[in-house]
């Protein structure tokens, strides 16, 4: 089947014009297999600066201000099992006892929900893990502010190994410092110095970063301006305007621009 696989995917980028691909790592990877590397271009989804900056207001400012003695870690997306939800209950119930005030809130839902909510009453953390429903777009920019940290521990795995985040994209953006799994495809863009690493199903380590980043607000300040400063090169206004580059090469492969004008286009991240 695997062989099967990798047949029907050379098929497909032999018979394509130019191949759009995610990430730095999954681009190696299809030239490996026989993709030219000329046939293809790296267009990251990560999060638009200006959507977020357009859905936050100084009410959110104000939102953070108004929980003192709060040390909120914060997840966003799908309740998945392949995301680590679960380790990273069974890490903070590891150490919440060094961390007075703290809370892990977790916004979505999916199957583990209703196993995640259990296992944090099993371990004493009722009353400090919130399971909140999925926020509407326009809300998540002032439900990120809310938040000390972003949280993605997802699970070691050849898929994930290869994965890029949107939701640590939009952490950054928001200026949030991150504890996140030490995966490839992460790796490529950002250095010890802009993310808190952890072993990959390792909850003790990840327990360790948890209570490491809390104690330390300064960290927070370095990791969160460090992360930033090494997003800049794959932000999204970067991204957009590459693809778009490529679409007027590609309908103009002359180079002269219709009626003197470029592409224009409004390309929206996912």
């Known amino acids: 089947m695997l062989r099967l696989l990798k047949r029907l995917e050379k098929m497909s980028f032999n018979f394509a014009d130019h191949v759009i691909i995610v990430n730095e790592p ?3 990877l299809l030239v490996d297999r026989g993709l030219p590397r000329s046939k293809s271009t790296v267009v990251m989804n990560t999060a638009s ?6 859905r936050s207001s100084s009410s959110d400012a104000a939102a953070t201000a108004a929980m003192p003695g709060k040390f909120v870690m914060m997840y966003h997306g799908t309740v998945s099992g392949m995301y680590g939800l679960d380790m990273g209950v069974d890490a903070f119930a590891m150490v919440h006892k060094e961390m007075p005030g703290a809370e892990l809130w977790i916004l979505g839902v999916g199957a583990e929900t209703t196993s995640l909510e259990s296992r944090a009453k099993q371990r004493g953390l009722a009353s400090k893990v919130r399971l909140i429903q999925p926020v509407v777009p326009t809300e998540l920019a002032t ?3 809310q938040c000390d940290i972003g949280i993605l521990p997802l699970r070691g795995s050849v ?10 994209s939009e952490y950054i953006v928001m200026g949030k410092p991150v504890v996140v799994s030490r995966l490839k495809a992460i790796q490529r863009h950002f250095s010890g110095e802009a993310l808190a690493y952890f072993d990959p199903n390792d909850p003790a380590d990840l327990a360790n970063q948890m209570v490491r980043v809390y104690r330390d607000p300064g960290l ?17 206004d970067v991204m957009r305007h590459r693809y778009l580059r490529l679409m007027e090469g590609m309908l103009d492969p002359s180079g002269a621009r219709r009626n003197g004008h470029a592409l224009e286009a409004t ?3 996912r």
Request: no cysteine; hydrophobic share 50%; charged share 25%.
């Open 220 to 236: 927070r300040v370095r990791l969160a301006a460090r992360a930033k400063e090494e997003y800049a090169p794959i932000r999204w």
């Open 143 to 145: 439900w990120l502010s």
């Open 49 to 54: 600066e200006a959507l977020l900056a357009s």
């Open 267 to 269: 390309v929206v991240p």
């Open 159 to 168: 898929y994930l190994d290869l994965a890029f985040p949107n939701k640590l």
């Open 26 to 28: 999954i681009q190696d």
